[in-house]
């Protein structure tokens, strides 16, 4: 059945395969470039076409774009417009009030939530959302009057300053789009206070993946000595504060992050327990080593090493001597939790170079957990290269 609002597109003969199979993705070099197909504008919602005309799926076009095709419907009759967003929407928040238990969560995640290049995330009433293609930039005031129809949440503001929106052609985007925008939005994260900067932080403002990974972690940590590298907002450090720590040291390079994590100790009556280190990461790491610190549990939860497919190599050289270092501050029998977000890092590669670095540091162990982002951190099942999180704990001897 032919879509009338839509330009049809179509694949090159042979290449249909992967996205008869599931996969929401079309690669550039599967589609007939025709003059017509490469004068469309970038992120034109389109009709995509097998070789011999059978319809393949609707979704957004960039010809400039690697991605060039992201399947976002099957019904060849779909039209993409606010209602077709606001379904997908309370689809997602339906899902995730049953996954968590407060209004703080990832709420689109992209394709495994068929909205692809969109990532939303819920801080009660005030709505972040990361625009991210082309596709989804050209649908951007659809999806504001979607989320407001939805929600109806006391501010929306869309940020996307990552290194994706230059992939798709397109300039950092910083706009609120309904409300103002507070300079500190409160969250909730396993029932512990946290403080986030939506104006200014990293993504979003939170890193809602690593919840169930935090709470797993805190959970170990009564009357333990605790140290919590790149703790950005406190994370990781105050879970463990929550969890019974006697002692919590957070390390950050960033003043403003770290203002966030003494305003949240303060919030959950840490304060006391809490010391926190404006310093590099490695650096600190050397220096203790040196001076033969000693805690009961570390944690190493970095940015991404590895960005771009280039910096591969120099990424896992990088996690490798996080975890040497890192495992030297270990007490025998103590706690070791290292994470990566560095999506181009495979979890093989992460597990080999982290316990080669243990290795390296003449200790052993166990590994506790080997885990990934949370439950509203979903993945499409064809795009497994989508689960970016990896997160090991282990104890070591």
């Known amino acids: 059945m032919k879509n009338a609002l839509y330009p049809e597109i179509k694949m090159k003969p042979g290449h249909s395969r992967r996205i008869k199979a599931g996969s929401p993705w079309v690669f550039s ?3 007939e470039m025709s003059p017509e197909t490469k004068s ?3 992120g034109t919602l389109v009709v995509l076409k097998d070789s011999d005309s059978t319809f393949l799926g609707l979704g957004t076009f960039n010809a400039h774009s690697l991605i060039s095709f992201r399947k976002i419907a099957n019904d060849p009759k779909a039209v993409i417009d606010k209602a077709f967003i606001a379904k997908r929407l309370r689809a997602s928040v339906a899902l995730r009030d049953v996954l968590i238990n407060s209004p703080f969560y990832r709420l689109i995640h992209s394709e495994a939530d068929g909205l692809p290049g969109l990532v939303i995330d819920r801080f009660d009433d005030i709505i972040a959302c990361q625009i991210n293609t082309a596709g989804m930039d ?3 005031d659809e999806i504001v009057r979607a989320v407001d129809e939805v929600l109806s949440p006391s501010c929306i503001v869309l940020r996307s300053e990552n290194a994706s929106r230059a992939l798709e052609g397109l300039e950092p985007l910083y706009e609120v789009a309904k409300g103002e925008l507070p300079d500190v939005v409160s969250v909730r994260e396993n029932g512990i206070y946290f ?4 104006k200014g932080g990293q993504k979003t403002g939170w890193f809602y993946d690593q919840r169930d990974n935090r709470a797993f972690v805190g959970r170990m940590a009564r009357n333990k000595r605790v140290i919590d590298f790149y703790t950005y907002a406190g ?8 969890g019974g720590a006697k002692e919590i040291i957070g390390v950050d390079r960033s003043e403003a992050s770290l203002e966030l994590a003494k305003k949240a100790a303060e919030k959950n009556n840490l304060s006391e327990k809490c010391t926190w280190l404006k310093d590099n990461a490695f650096d600190v790491l050397e220096r203790m080593n040196k001076e033969k610190e000693k805690f009961d549990i570390v944690v190493c939860d970095p940015p991404a090493f590895a960005k771009v497919k280039k910096d591969i190599a120099a990424g896992l050289r990088g ?4 975890s040497r270092l890192a495992a030297g501050l270990v007490e025998k029998g103590g706690i070791l939790a290292l994470g990566s977000c560095s999506h181009h890092v495979s979890p093989e590669e992460f597990m080999r170079e982290c316990c080669r670095g243990i290795s390296e540091a ?3 162990g166990r590994i506790l957990l080997q885990a990934g982002a949370g439950a509203d951190h ?3 099942p064809h795009l497994p290269e989508t689960a970016y999180l990896k997160m090991l704990v282990l104890q070591l001897d």
């Open 378 to 380: 979903p993945v499409h």
């Open 362 to 364: 003449g200790r052993n």
């Open 138 to 140: 050209r649908l951007k």
């Open 235 to 242: 994370g990781f450090a105050l879970h463990m504060g929550i």
């Open 195 to 198: 403080f986030a900067d939506l």
């Open 40 to 42: 469309l504008p970038d």
């Open 29 to 31: 070099n599967e589609i």
């Open 319 to 322: 996690y490798r001597k996080m």
